[in-house]
């Protein structure tokens, strides 16, 4: 039986919530606290700073939270644990079903929508004893990297509440940033884990295609632009969630089948001799907000105080030909996930200009189009697997410009260069996406404003360890999260 701790001096609740996710798991199961303390804990500091935050939508009535800790203690008292997320609080990404909890996708059309199962996802982190308290706010159907809806409002930067906070998993980013979740999922089909980690200075990791299988699904083989993955203030914390959200599983074929513990495993190495490409700004066809390289390139410098060396690299591939194959695919794919909706003359009305956009241009797109796409994103990876014959890690930003200013939609220009589309200025993040490489988005620092940058990290095929270790070690010398904690609640 798991046996209390004798008597020693109580957590505060400020410890509580400052704590990394794997600290304060093994506090409960120590019972040096109990799930009772730490949902208090959360339910009262998210009080304090979800206003105006607005990270975490949907929240749950305190007393049916407590009541469910209540029970996570008794559980502890018999002897039987759960798992490692036992008792701790978590609120799934806005656009994950989660049974029982009001699953909005951001959309007025699914305001009311409360799922009768789980996505498999979200089931897995219930089997491992997360409480939910409530959703983390996406923009509507994920669409755009700025974490805005109709539905619950914006959610704002955790470092400038003028600011964007990025997306799609925004909410979950500035709830990790502001210590509202101790580890958090979220998903990323254009950056969306990678973006809003890098403005709200905290670790994003969108992993290999197929690590961490989406179900149930309408489509099993070819939507495979996006990836479910973990958020988190440390290393450790995002190796830990991404064990148990992957794994293989009947219902998605394309899964992969790896033992998910390989991630449990210590995250040390050397990295003396490893080499890491600077891929930059693809040597000038990205537009990039003045600040951004120099402040990438000088926390490009950390890597060689743990035996790396970096080099600028260049893809052999024709970087439009990437940007347009990418707009064929995404068309393709939210024409397919929102034509039904768009065809209904009342739900078309109630869908942003954004999602109407990518639907009627998936719409106009023919096979050949989609082929041809393909045979885009085929050569992409070719060319990347050549790089990696050079070199063990590419590097690149997370974004193309700090983060803007909340009320607008998206960046009309970038350095003089207009954006042609709500999304071109996040282009810098299509190529792991298109590869279905391993990514992590690491902090990268803060410039003169005071506004974060993240560092995307990119691995060899199915490298998922690899590149956490890289991160890690790369934290271990940096320590950006627990540098700069947001002034909102700075003690």
Known sequence: MNQALPPSAPLAPHDIV???ALELSQWIRLRKVSCREVMHAFLDHIARVNTPANAIVSLRERGALLAEADERDAQLARGEYLGWLHGIPQAPKDLSATAGLASTQGSPIFRNEVPKTDALMVARLRAQGAIFIGKTNSPEFGLGSHTYNT???TTLNAYDPGRSAGGSSGGTAVALALRMLPVADGSDMMGS????????????????????????????????????????????????????QAGYDARAPLSLGDDPAQFTAPLAREFGGTRIGWLGD?????????????????????????????EAARPDYPMEKLWECWRTLRHFSVAGTLGALWRDPAKRALLKPEAQWEVEG??????EDVWQASVARSQWYNALLALFE???????????????DANEHW????????????HRWMEVVIGASLAGLPVVSVPAGFNAQGLPMGLQ????????????????????????VKRRVPASIAV
Do not use: H
């Open 151 to 153: 539905v619950f409002g």
């Open 457 to 480: 990290l990119i691995g060899k095929p199915r490298a998922d360890f690899s590149v956490l270790q890289l991160a890690n070690a790369y934290d271990e010398a940096t320590r950006w």
């Open 193 to 244: 884990l990678r973006n809003p980690a890098g403005w709200n200075n905290v670790f994003g990791f969108r992993p290999s295609q197929g690590r961490v299988p989406a179900a149930p699904a309408v489509d099993l083989f070819y939507n495979q632009l996006g990836s479910a993955g973990p958020m988190g203030r440390s290393v450790p914390d995002l190796a830990m969630l991404l064990a148990t």
């Open 362 to 367: 998936g719409l106009a797109l023919s096979g």
């Open 282 to 310: 693809y040597g000038g066809y990205l537009a990039m907000e003045d600040g951004v390289l120099a402040l990438c390139e000088t926390a490009l410098g950390d890597f060689g105080a743990i035996g790396c060396t970096v």
């Open 390 to 404: 050079q070199y063990d890690y590419l590097a690149l930003p997370s974004a193309q410009i700090f983060p803007f």
């Open 18 to 20: 400052a704590a990394d």
């Open 411 to 422: 960046p009309k220009s970038i350095a003089g260069r207009a954006m042609d589309t709500y």
